[in-house]
């Protein structure tokens, strides 16, 4: 996969992915070009304005094990990431339950009756596990035999079908074992009654974010690359990729105006989703890939962002919503995240819709998304009508791959036949049909670009592949700012 720093590197997507993958070879002194159908850069991870108000497209927090990417963002942002205090709760049938879980308060919000019942279901799951070892075939099987059955359906299965739109019964364990794998009630259970026990990592109580919103890293980085001559095309859909029986050869993108232009490709590191990818191949794909393609789907979003005339809504970071009767799944609050994002005596509300395309809400008007959203916030006692000074809609497609029970014969078809394009990676989410986090995302664009500079042959499939809770990790303790240090300007002390 060699490449001189003359050649053409092309990068379709400017998400976390892309926009890493070009930063890594400006920094070492290689051009690129990304295409980026968007007016500006962070994929799913960008921040939107409006006016005084920014928000991004759902609650995004960086986390990783990967002691490499902390000093990366840390050399682009320095000073202008900041260390949050964590709160985000469930709200459960009428009743909020921190998360991570802290034994105690999921105990009182059980209550005895329940919790009596929730323990005798664990303790019989764990006799079955150990001693039939029954098969797992879906995500219901695994996490009924690792929680039991109470458990499982008071929060797992309810809120996991909510986000897929498709019944537990159909959706792949691994999605499970990628996710909760590791998440051990017996572990969370000796943390709350030892406190000096090392409980899993995932009881993390602190995340690092950019000051200004998530986009904030990635505009940086494609700062940069342009000052070293990389170039950031926005607005351009991809919608054509020539190619030879080896690789691509060119790619063509579509403007807002229905003009086209075409760019010629030695190399080619794509994160737009591969499923529409394989479908703008010319000569076409075979007809069993493109089958393959039609079989893989995708969750979409719609979102309402309220400009709120209080201080604050909440103390949460984020709150979940795993009822079936409440027709959003999550909700963030920006100004939680940092203060910057809102004026200082307002706030606002970023409220999220699963959907699929066939959904009335992906097609509805804004005032019909947030009559049916503020219905159920005024129960909730979040806002009052009269308390949303503005509000607006947004909507995100690809955003979910589904893992559905055979998604992955069929994205393995695909990618198998992509193999013979030597000068094509794929990297991020949608790219390579695999749900990871924002640090996945930019470690596959890093080690793409690597793959061009060093001429090596890092396997990207490997990357977030790792079969254990998604938030086990230890959190680094870097140059960061404080929510409260924005207002003094002092900094966090480095670890030594």
């Known amino acids: 996969m060699t490449s001189d720093r003359d050649s053409n590197i092309l990068i379709l997507g400017g998400g976390p992915a892309g926009v890493s993958a070009g930063y890594e070879l400006s920094k070492n002194d290689y051009r690129s070009t990304i295409l980026e159908r968007w007016r500006k850069v962070g994929g799913l991870a960008k921040t939107i304005e409006f006016g005084e108000w920014r928000s991004d497209i759902g609650p995004h927090r ?6 490499f990417l902390y000093k990366m963002i840390e050399e682009i942002l320095h000073e202008q990431w900041i260390l949050v205090d964590r709160f985000t709760r469930f709200y459960i049938q009428g009743k909020y339950f921190m998360y991570p879980v802290q034994m105690a308060d999921a105990l009182k919000n059980l209550g005895l009756l329940k919790a009596f019942r929730a323990m005798i279901d664990y303790l019989y799951s764990r006799f079955r596990k150990h001693l039939f070892n029954p098969p797992i075939k879906d995500f219901e099987d695994f996490v009924i035999l690792e ?3 109470t458990l499982a359906n008071l929060n797992m299965i309810n809120y996991t079908e909510k986000i897929w739109g498709i019944p537990a019964k159909e959706i792949s364990a691994e999605w499970a074992k990628q996710r909760i794998k590791g998440l051990s009630l017996m572990a969370l259970m ?3 009654i030892f406190k000096g026990t090392k409980g899993p990592k995932t009881l993390v109580d602190q995340f690092y974010y950019p000051e200004m919103g998530a986009s904030q890293t990635y505009e940086m980085m494609a700062d940069k690359m342009e000052k070293k001559g990389s170039t950031v095309v926005t607005n351009a859909t991809v919608c054509q990729l020539d190619h030879s029986d080896e690789g691509i050869t060119s790619v063509t993108v579509e403007k807002p105006d229905g003009s086209r232009d075409t760019f010629e490709c030695d190399q080619c590191i794509s994160s737009i989703p591969v499923t529409e990818l394989v479908k703008m191949l010319r000569p076409v794909a075979p007809e069993e890939v493109i089958r393959a393609a039609e079989q893989l789907k995708y969750r979409y979003q719609v979102y309402l962002f309220m400009k709120i005339n209080k201080k604050r809504v909440s103390q949460d970071n984020w709150i979940y919503f ?4 409440i027709p959003f799944g999550r909700m963030h609050e920006p100004k939680n995240f940092s203060l910057a994002m809102s004026p200082e005596d307002k706030t606002s509300l970023w409220v999220e819709h699963f959907v699929f395309p066939d959904d009335s809400r992906w097609d509805c008007s804004t005032d019909e998304l947030f009559e049916i959203t503020l219905e159920h916030l005024e129960k909730l006692n979040f806002i009052k009508r009269g308390d949303v000074i503005e509000y607006h809609k947004h909507r995100e497609d690809f955003v979910y791959p589904i893992y559905d029970l055979t998604y992955q014969k069929h994205s393995g078809l695909i990618k198998d036949y992509l193999k013979q394009f030597t000068n094509l990676q794929l990297v991020g989410r949608a790219g390579r049909f695999r749900y990871n986090n924002q640090d996945h995302s930019i470690e596959t664009g890093v080690l793409a670009a690597r793959n061009i500079i060093e001429n090596a ?3 990207l499939e490997k990357v977030g592949a790792e079969q254990e809770y998604f938030e086990k990790y230890s959190l680094q303790t870097q140059g960061a ?16």
């Open 62 to 67: 960086f986390f990783s094990k990967n002691r």
């Open 147 to 149: 929680f039991g059955n």
């Open 190 to 192: 000796k943390k709350a």
């Open 322 to 325: 795993p009822d079936k009767d």
């Open 457 to 459: 042959n890092y396997d």
């Open 481 to 496: 700012r404080t929510q409260q240090d924005l207002e003094t300007g002092e900094m966090v002390s480095k670890a030594k």
